[in-house]
């Protein structure tokens, strides 16, 4: 056996282990330098095992760490790794909306026969964002008599249909790879055996014998994976069985235009008459965007894919909160998502309600032409419609359990200014030194997820490295407690449960009485002596100055309110004046000597 003790344990690096090796031999071996050099062939020998081991070691830790999904880099290690754990990394989805169209008045004289017919998934063009949308019906075509003054409403979805067909092997447990390109819609996927459409299932247990059914995944290395099943549970297609894959390929967040201004469209194909005459679309309709397409999502991340797997329902219902978030994160249109229950608090009678608390992602929203204090307010907020559209995406899921409900929380804004204080170095101007501080604080604002606090000091550290700054401090002011100040009182809102669900009490004597549990919530004046201090939950600030928020509270830096003593707030970031973000410069400024540079440096680097 080989006797390796002239290596050192604690030097265990294999370039450590070469140089102790080519020592060893050095010395075992006079005129090391003229025999035993790099041009040797055992020298060689060890250089090439070197190498060899390098490699070994290095897949040996690739494949370590791609066997845990927190820990894996590819795609494709990710994508199996969800795939283990149940979960279908989502593809993306299309925006969809809703059309409403009629004859118009000169058609009646144009069309020759008693109606006319639309074709399926007849295309238009919306000229806000130049993407194609195809209407969606049910039937093979859509007719609509003359005789019918009335607005029919049409979904449409963007996009466009493309389809793909295989050949059945006859086999048990049938699978097919479909390469497509681009996004493709994670639901909108259909597959048709012999031109008889079978249905789509989430779980081959769900399948029962003779039901022609089939499952639809995300392809590990892209695409779609096409599962069928065993006869036991699910149908086998036969050897040569025609099976056409048919799915939706979209252009994913792009297609979202509830914010656009422009929802003008033009139809890009024809309509027919009984007699095979061909007219336009755009001549014979009336047509009106109803509903702005929403919920066009893009495929999701692999850094999502390694959050939300492990939330995954392998029973595939949306049961519990984690179960929505996972959901609802795939469609990434969120800066902030939080599904929760209130199974805690005493109050029965909800107990079987998910509550969504959801802030749009702002950041989408963002051009080169504003930042985070020109941009409205109502940006931070999802509209109606897109509140609608995420409960008709849950309840289209066919997910949800049938005994719970789904609330949206509308976000409380709790509206503050920024009070910032600049000590500056001579040489710099101003304004220069006032438009970088207005983008940091507006990148860091956009870019915020955390909800519960927002501390001022991660605000000082941003701004402290904005060129031209020595030091700077910060205040928030909340319009709650300027209110509050200037009214004299602040209001306190108490929540009470009390007995309202029927629940069995005993009452003594061998006896028992029905309960119930209500749920109260009582608001009363307080009054305070000038200069006292105010609750933090009242005026969601504590006493370090950083601003709290409550679980559907959003903070919101905006003017248009007044403080204390009556002043407006502008809404605006301003110098010198008082704004949602105001900038005030210590006078006179720092001398800007070479002593002074260093000491700025060194401060900033520690």
Known sequence: MANFKFLNKSRIKTNEMIEDTRSYISRIYGRAGDLFTSASPFSQILSVLHELTTFVFYYIEDATLEQNILTAQHKESIYGLSRLAGHDPFRGSSASGELMIRLNTSAFDVIAGDAINILPNSALTMNGNGLKYIMKTNSDKFRIEKTNSDYIKIPIVQGSIESQTVTGTGEKFQ???VITQGTTDHNAVTVSVNSVPWRKYDSIYDMRVGSNG???????????????GNGSFGEVPVSGASIEIEYLVCDGRKGNMVDSNDLSFKFNDDCFDSGGNSYDLNEILEAIITSAPVMGADSESIELTKLIAPLQSNAFVLATPDNYEAFLAQYGMFSYLDAYNTTDD?????????????????????SKDNDYFNLAVEEFFFTDSENNAILNVIEQSGRQMVTSEVKIVPPSAQYFRMDVKVRYFEGFDKHTIHNGIRSSISNYLLNITR???LPKSDIIAILEQVEGIDSVNVRFVSKAEEDARRDGYYVSKTVTVTPSTPVLEDIGNGKQRYVFFKRKVSERKVTFEQGAALPENIINLDSFGDILLEKDEVALFRGGWNDRDGLLVEDNALLGEMGALSVYFDEPAVPNTTFRKIQAKNRKSL
């Not at 499952?215 to 994976?225: E, M, P, Q, W």
């Not at 009678?349 to 929203?365: E, H, T």
């Open 451 to 453: 909800r519960d606090r």
């Open 346 to 366: 005493g109050y029965l009678d909800d107990d079987n309600v998910i509550y969504l608390f959801m802030v749009p992602d702002v950041k989408s929203k963002i």
């Open 214 to 228: 089939f499952l639809v995944k995300t392809g590990i290395t892209g695409g779609l994976d096409i599962y069928f």
């Open 175 to 177: 699978s097919f790879n």
